[in-house]
């Protein structure tokens, strides 16, 4: 795809351009008016050229060659290019030390390729204006640049899935407009980066899948814009913070695969965002303000790992299993009516399964399996219409498996269904007769039209019968004529005098009607047979008309 909108092009776009349908490559270096080139999403293979270089322009400069099939090397030099998006390619070799000394450059994708080797250090040397920096899923070697810390204006930091070690640089912390941290599937270690404390707008921290250890630190709390976090597969210990369950904007908590011990927080209802429904939030908002690259979150739900690209303000969820967390599950649980996830399982649990569980109505998948819960199970569980996954095992619950309430207090599940029975078969009653009544209102109006087609053709052809027997105008056409004050002759049929005449058209206030059809005929016929001069004494047989009327001339 070649897109030229709003780039303030002059001139004409070449015809030919819309026969190059085996187009493979497309060089358009040094080419004075293309300030935007969007070729992703396509079957494009080859060598991108090593220079892409374009003209300086007051319009953000835009290079897309994401979603391709093109290999070799990442092009060493960029010219006046703000934005290159090179993902989901087959790219290969090492990021070039020219990609950071670009002017003006604020966005740089190369995720999904099969770049390997260092974070290039020359990166926001030139200039401090890139806000993302995309190098996801590749399999980059070494450490975080201190450089990386010049770049202040730095908005999107996405490094999963690569092979980077070490630990994050406490540099990083200058890095203070830092809304989005990936840094999930590499082997940092050490413990909880300090940098992060200085990034008070951060709305999604993924630090899973490394070698991080220690304590989750207190300043977690303090970071009132996070939405997501994401510190699962690493050996964290000690604690959950309290401070983190005061965090109204945060919906996804994910802290499985630790070591984390001690009880789960009872100040639940600090998360405001997980105590709202799906028709609380809105729907259409993206847990990040910005149209970023796509953001990968993992969940295990239903005893399978889900991927989410897209993280929307209804994906929420909880899930702190596979820790060695003790103590009671918390009454105030059941205030997380917003959350469809909830995994507590492979824990020391111990206690009752709150009753208030109940009113977590979005539930979609509930596992409390692997800990030491006793006593049975609560009715109020049944209550949960949206519940799909329900994974109670390897407990010591007793008792009897409830059945819905609703059976004590209400009306029999058999009354119910009944009822919803009878009124689907009155609707489906009035529906087949409104079809009936509709089906029949048509075809009687079908054979009316049809009927009264037939009856104007019959016309047709008697009047055509008259005029090739008899030769002569049909009396129903002089009286047209008449009423219409149509000048001239009717002639005579032959091959050289065409009948001159005026074609179907219907009598003033006459109009064909079974039944009274003599009635009107007989007087509108006798008014125009007054006007022609025609004498009473002609009746309306047309043997008595080819006997009187004579064609003139």
Avoid at 340 to 347: E, Q, R, T, V
Wanted: net charge neutral.
């Amino acid at each position: 795809m070649l897109e030229f909108t709003s780039c303030n092009m002059r001139g004409e776009i070449p015809k030919f351009f819309s026969n190059l349908t085996s187009l493979i490559i497309l060089i358009l270096a040094n080419n004075s008016l293309l300030s935007v080139l969007d070729l992703s999403m396509n079957n494009f293979k080859g060598v991108i050229p090593p220079t892409i270089q374009l003209k300086s322009s007051p319009y953000p400069t835009i290079i897309s060659l994401a979603g391709n099939n093109f290999q070799g090397p990442i092009p060493s030099k960029l010219e006046n290019v703000n934005v290159i998006d090179l993902s989901l390619n087959n790219l290969i070799g090492s990021i070039p030390t020219q990609i950071g000394e670009v002017h003006g450059i604020r966005s740089i994708s190369l995720s999904g390729n099969k770049i390997h080797g260092p974070i290039p250090e020359s990166l926001c040397q030139a200039a401090n204006v890139l806000q993302v920096l995309d190098l996801s899923n590749n399999s980059l070697s070494g450490t975080i640049r201190r450089n990386l810390a010049n770049c202040k204006s730095l908005i999107y930091l996405n490094l999963e899935q690569n092979k980077l070690t070490g630990t994050v640089p406490k540099e990083l912390e200058r890095v203070t407009s830092l809304r989005y941290l990936d840094l999930n599937g590499n082997e940092f270690e050490g413990s909880f980066p300090t940098a992060i404390e200085k990034f008070q707008d951060l709305e999604m921290l993924n630090l899973a899948g490394n070698r991080f250890e220690g304590q989750i630190p207190k300043f977690i709390g303090d970071l009132h814009h996070l939405r997501i976090l994401m510190l699962a597969s690493n050996s964290f210990n000690e604690s959950i913070p309290e401070g983190l369950m005061m965090l109204e904007n945060l919906q996804y908590i994910g802290l499985s695969r630790n070591n984390l011990s001690g009880p789960i927080p009872e100040n639940l209802d600090g998360l405001k965002m997980m105590t709202k429904t799906q028709n609380q939030t809105t729907i259409f908002g993206y847990f990040y303000s910005l149209k970023f690259t796509s953001a990968q979150l993992e969940i295990v739900t239903k005893r399978q790992t889900q991927f989410l690209v897209s993280v929307y303000s209804y994906n929420t969820g909880f899930d702190v299993s596979s820790n060695d967390l003790t103590g009671k599950i918390p009454e105030k649980i059941g205030l997380l009516n917003g959350i469809p996830f909830l995994n507590l399982s492979h824990n020391n649990l111990t206690g009752l399964i709150p009753q208030t569980m109940g009113e977590m109505i979005s539930l979609e998948s509930l596992d409390l399996s692997y800990n030491q819960l006793t006593g049975e199970i609560p009715v109020t569980l049944t209550l949960l219409n949206f519940l799909a996954y329900l994974n109670l095992s390897y407990n010591n619950l007793s008792g009897r498996i409830p059945t819905n309430p609703h059976n004590n207090n209400g009306p029999s599940t058999n009354e119910t269904t009944e009822n919803r029975y009878d009124q689907e078969d009155v609707l489906f009653v009035l529906v087949i007769f409104s079809g009936f009544v509709t089906g029949i209102s048509g075809v009687f109006l079908l054979l009316y039209l049809i009927d009264d087609n037939w009856r104007n053709r019959g016309d047709r052809v008697r009047n055509e019968t008259v005029r090739e027997k008899v030769g002569v105008a049909s009396v129903e056409d002089k009286m047209r004529e008449g009423r219409l004050r149509w000048f001239g002759h009717v002639m005579r049929r032959g091959t050289d005098a065409p009948v001159r005449r005026c074609e179907r058209i219907a009598l003033d206030g006459f109009r064909r009607r079974r039944g009274r059809l003599k009635k009107y005929r007989r007087e509108v016929i006798r008014h125009d047979m007054e006007q022609l001069h025609l004498t009473e004494g002609m009746t309306l047989d047309r043997k008595v008309w080819r006997s009187r009327i004579r064609l003139e001339g």
